[in-house]
């Protein structure tokens, strides 16, 4: 794949930027919303939604991931954008919880949402267009895949939020498949796209997965923020943090170290393509593993004095978020040559089963076994010889 000289990169630095760290607080806020919105519908259909949302803020942060990497996001017009871009994602951020049920007054949820994703993504795709200089072939690419992906669905977005009840669902679930499926075939293996620093792409989703890890921890405090603090809460405190510790382990033992390698070893469309697959499409059922535990956590928190069994709705986030979770971190793993074990993917299966276990017991059992069954994984991980990469390609 050329690389033209001509158009304007990262030369002055690898690092991620202050201003994308900025940037992304918006992006805290709009997890927070998520989860907001999975746990006050308090069903499948309504956890399929939120997911649904959640994988339009995953394509709206990635798209700008890719922009960043292009060029410096403090200066220019890439910093132009990111600023028009926090200020309607905020927008949209605040319209989560009304995105399938509008509120009586006031615009239209659904459809302010629609319309602030496309601002957002329309912003995004003039901008890179711009920096793309005299590569015409990342012009192309950019026009191509906005063309294929992003008009059809965005187009979708805001008939769907018109249309309104049960078929907005069905209709934005096709919209976000369709955006989704035609970005990945418009640049198959690796398209036009450009990678200028390996530092920066890989330190750029380490990061946006400690902000999803952070929804964990706030999901502690949320669900017992109005109760006087006890020994119960302490107990319960204690264990669900260790979760998250235990989260935090899972990726960040070894997955960016292992991207970072495996990108190294290749070269031009190969990388792209390898980090198209690892982190813009593999990452997004980690995210949202993270999500559905800190809901699991939240709900057990919320009745952590009870004696009862926490149910299935909070056994079903907590230990399916868990599960997803750590089966993303094998896909990632295998991916960027990680060398993950076939113990981490029964562990996978363990905490899959555990699930009607955790429904029948009281919320304090629940964290307990959650934050075992990962402890159980992590030794399992820790005591296997570790496996030599790959060659070079």
């Known amino acids: 794949m050329r690389q033209d000289a001509s158009h304007p990169t990262r030369a002055t630095s690898t690092r991620v930027t202050t201003f994308e760290l900025f940037f992304d607080l918006v992006f805290v806020f709009a997890f927070t919303q998520v989860s907001r919105l999975m746990a006050e519908t308090h069903s499948a259909l309504g956890i399929l939604q939120a997911l649904i949302v959640l994988a339009l803020l995953w394509w709206t942060w990635c798209a700008y991931a890719w922009l960043g990497n292009q060029a410096a996001a403090d200066r220019g017009p890439v ?125 750029r989703h380490s990061l946006v997965v400690i902000l999803a890890l952070g929804e964990s921890i706030v999901a502690v405090g949320v669900g017992v923020a109005q109760e006087p603090i006890d ?95 750590i089966g993303s971190t094998v896909l990632i793993g295998r991916l960027f040559e990680a060398g993950t074990s076939g113990r981490r993917i029964a562990g996978i299966v363990v905490i899959a089963a555990s699930i009607p276990l955790i429904a029948i017991v009281p919320p304090m059992a629940a964290l307990a076994i959650g934050l075992s069954l990962l402890g159980l994984v992590a030794i399992g991980e820790a005591v296997r010889p570790r496996r030599a990469p790959s060659p070079a390609r």
Do not use: K, N
């Open 231 to 325: 020994a119960a809460i302490t107990a319960g405190t204690v264990l669900a943090v260790g979760i998250s510790i235990m989260l935090w382990w899972s990726y960040f033992a070894r997955i960016p170290a292992a991207a970072e390698a495996a990108l190294e070893r290749r070269a031009d469309a190969a990388r792209v393509d390898l980090a198209m697959r690892g982190h813009t499409y593999a990452h997004l059922p980690l995210i949202a593993g993270v999500i559905l535990a800190a809901l699991g956590v939240e709900d057990a928190m919320a009745h952590i004095h009870e004696t009862e069994a926490l149910g299935w709705f909070g056994a079903s986030a907590l230990g399916g978020g868990l599960a997803l979770y």
């Open 79 to 203: 910093q132009v954008a990111l600023s028009l871009a926090m200020v309607t994602m905020f927008i949209a951020a605040l319209a989560i919880p009304e995105a399938y049920h509008d509120l009586p007054g006031g615009f239209s949820g659904p459809l302010v949402l629609a319309l602030a994703y496309t601002v957002v993504r329309l912003i995004h795709a003039t901008v890179y267009v711009v920096i793309a200089g005299d590569d015409r072939e990342l012009r192309l690419q950019v026009l191509r895949t906005q063309a294929v992906g992003l008009v059809p669905a965005c187009t979708a977005l805001i008939v769907g939020a018109l249309v309104g009840g049960e078929a907005q669902t069905w209709i934005w679930l096709v919209a976000v498949v369709w955006d989704s499926t035609a970005t990945w075939l418009s640049s198959r293996g690796g398209g036009a796209w450009r990678i200028h620093s390996l530092e920066h792409w890989v330190e």
